[in-house]
């Protein structure tokens, strides 16, 4: 009688399938979902349920270990859970249902996962899966370069939000980097410098700045010293700064009113007639006219004429003291 019963419409459907199939057929309520096709069948009913009894929760806390760390810690999304899970994750209703109930339009990510999606990452708060590859919502890192490639590495750490904000993009940080935060503070033309004219190659750590001469060329010989800063600044690099001690000729009396131009026609730091072999001289003649030089050249006192002396001359002016 009951084979034909069976006989039916349903015994198509049955026919050719496995008695133990079959039985789970009957037995179970409907299809696991997507996410648990690996446990469907009457023989993994135990892996979910005790025997005789509904859904243990103890035991589905045993595969997802990490929601049961989160409940215990009461933070996340389950910090206040205390009933049985079927309550939000219901199975046995088909393979494409969502177990995870999530309304988008109320779900405060900042709230609930500790990461605040701010700026450039708002929009994505309608759009999980483009930050969370993997099924599970706890797989997903904090770190920038988990979504995002690190062009530094390995220069420059993990901490991204040293340079970089959510407000701009990562290839735009130029526009919002705050070079105060870093050891060498931009001031003057160096505000202007693109930031590749100094980090080339994508170079931001273990570049030499305690000189000048790294990116700027040394032009006086090296005979002025290493500090720069002593004649120049960074508003530009030309200067008319200059203790002119330094150089080997006092600049007394008038020699300290006389243009720049005037001694170094072709540029302060090209090499003076008066300069050689890296020795500066004190000769009068090197600076003053042919006709000059030639009209107080010294003579003999011999030849009837009161000889001139360089001590004949002062700083004050050129005209002669004598007399």
């Known amino acids: 009688m009951v084979g034909a019963?069976?006989?039916?419409?349903?015994d198509g459907a049955l026919r050719g399938v496995p008695?133990?199939?079959?039985?789970?057929?009957?037995v179970?309520?409907?299809p696991l979902s997507k996410a648990h096709a690996s446990i469907e069948g009457v023989a993994n009913c135990g892996k979910c349920h005790d025997a005789g009894q509904e859904l243990s929760a103890a035991k589905c806390l045993k595969c997802h270990e990490p929601i049961a760390k989160r409940i215990a810690n009461k933070t996340g999304v389950h910090r206040a859970v205390t009933d049985n899970c079927a309550t939000c994750h219901a199975e046995h209703r088909g393979a494409g249902v969502e177990l995870r109930r999530i309304d988008?339009?109320?779900f405060d990510h900042t709230v609930e996962t500790g990461f605040a999606l701010q700026g450039r990452h708002a929009p994505l708060v309608e759009n999980c899966?483009?930050?969370h590859k993997k099924r599970s919502f706890l797989e997903a890192s904090t770190v920038c370069s988990a979504c995002h490639k690190d062009t530094h590495t390995p220069s420059l750490g993990s901490d991204c939000t040293r340079c970089h904000t959510t407000r701009t993009p990562f290839k735009e940080a130029r526009a919002e980097f705050d070079h105060t935060r870093a050891l060498f503070t931009l001031t003057g033309a160096h505000r202007t410098v693109?930031?590749?004219k100094c980090h080339a190659r994508g170079v931001f750590r273990g570049l030499e700045f305690s000189t000048c001469t790294p990116c700027h060329q040394e032009p006086h010989r090296h005979t002025l010293g290493p500090t720069c800063a002593t004649c120049h600044t960074t508003e530009r690099w030309m200067t008319r700064i200059l203790d002119?001690?330094?150089?080997g000729f006092r600049l007394a009396g008038a020699h300290g009113r006389v243009d720049c131009a005037k001694c170094h026609p072709t540029g302060i730091t090209k090499p003076l007639r008066s300069i050689a072999a890296a020795?500066?001289?004190?000769?009068c003649t090197g600076r003053v006219s042919r006709k000059t030089a030639a009209r107080v050249t010294p003579r003999p006192a011999s030849a009837g004429r009161r000889s001139i002396t360089p001590h004949a001359h002062r700083s004050r002016s050129w005209a002669s003291t004598l007399a």
């Open 5 to 10: 019963r069976r006989g039916g419409s349903g």
């Open 19 to 26: 008695a133990r199939a079959q039985l789970g057929a009957i």
């Open 28 to 30: 179970a309520p409907g």
């Open 104 to 106: 988008l339009r109320t």
């Open 129 to 131: 899966a483009a930050c």
């Open 194 to 196: 693109v930031c590749e």
């Open 244 to 247: 002119h001690n330094k150089t």
């Open 279 to 283: 020795r500066v001289t004190t000769t």
